[in-house]
């Protein structure tokens, strides 16, 4: 590392300059010009490449590791550190965001069916739901989604510039009309009175659906919603320019990255989708 220092600023200054100020002999400096790159370096060369181009592909959204699990190469946990470090290869932080809904405190409440078993053994069997407030240097945007737990694939989402009831009642209408669920699909959200609405539970009905509800104020209960909203602020970042903007990128991350390519740790990280698509290989092969 320290000789490939050198030759990178060889052009800069002088190569006696730079052995003396790094610890090396000129002779050692020659030596190792003339023998060429070792395997190891040529392999840390290779290997570092190859994590510049995900990190960039995924557009700085992975950590060390999601990102270790996307090389074609296996390397190791320190290995994989020390080269983000060396390259400045900085993941965006999460950070805490405040609730958005508010429970209509007479309106009737569904139990906590989901009981946080945040598992599912097939596809359409169990989606969580909720909103979240984005906020663009127009104004706030609302933005409701419904995940499987199954893949954690967003099934539906609708953003909007209002907390009407039809914001969570379109997204689950957008659901149903992707994934084509049979009847009995569990449900779950918070108390907020979007949920609670004649709309929504109506809705929920029709469907054929089962409703479970967070306890009061309780997160936990909605882990996996808290948990997706806070990754897409983290990689997306905090604030749009405008609602026109906010609408494409999120558009562009749910449909397009989220879904199709982003890798998930509690699905083995894969993608949602590659996620779903294995398992109905693996079903048919099986059938």
């Given at each position: 590392m320290t000789y490939q220092l050198i030759e990178a600023e060889e052009a800069n200054h002088q190569v006696?300059?730079?052995?003396?100020?790094?610890?090396?002999?000129?002779?050692?400096?020659?030596?190792?010009?003339?023998?060429?790159?070792?395997?190891?370096?040529?392999?840390?060369?290779?290997?570092?490449?190859?994590?510049?181009?995900?990190?960039?592909?995924?557009?700085?959204?992975?950590?060390?590791?999601?990102?270790?699990?996307?090389?074609?190469?296996?390397?190791?946990?320190?290995?994989?550190?020390?080269?983000?470090r060396d390259n400045g290869l900085m993941a965006r932080k999460r950070r805490r965001f405040v609730q958005t809904t508010v429970a209509d405190e007479k309106a009737p409440k569904a139990p906590n069916v989901l009981d946080r078993n945040f598992t599912?053994?097939?596809?359409?069997?169990?989606?969580?739901?909720?909103?979240?407030?984005i906020p663009t240097r127009e104004g706030w945007l609302y933005l409701a989604v419904l995940i499987d737990l199954f893949s954690r694939a967003v099934v539906g989402w609708k953003l909007s510039e209002s907390l009407e009831a039809d914001i969570v009642v379109d997204t689950l209408q957008q659901a149903v009309t992707r994934r084509q669920p049979q009847a009995g699909v569990l449900v779950h959200v918070d108390r907020g009175s979007q949920y609670t609405s004649v709309d929504h539970v109506a809705a929920i009905k029709r469907h054929g659906m089962v409703l479970s509800m967070s306890r009061k104020g309780n997160c936990w209960d909605n882990a996996v919603a808290e948990s997706f909203f806070s990754t897409l602020k983290m990689e997306l970042g905090l604030v749009h320019d405008s609602g026109a903007e906010a609408r494409r990128a999120i558009g562009v991350y749910i449909e397009r990255y989220y879904n199709r390519n982003r890798p998930h740790s509690t699905i083995g990280n894969m993608s949602p989708l590659d996620y779903e698509h294995n398992f109905r290989s693996a079903s048919k092969l099986t059938a």
């Open positions: 006696t300059t730079l052995c003396r100020t790094l610890g090396v002999s000129r002779s050692g400096y020659y030596d190792w010009r003339k023998r060429g790159p070792s395997k190891r370096e040529l392999a840390n060369q290779k290997l570092t490449a190859e994590v510049c181009a995900v990190f960039k592909e995924h557009k700085g959204r992975l950590g060390e590791p999601r990102l270790r699990s996307q090389l074609s190469t296996p390397a190791s946990k320190k290995r994989v550190a020390r080269i983000m599912a053994v097939t596809p359409n069997k169990a989606w969580v739901g909720d909103i979240t407030h």
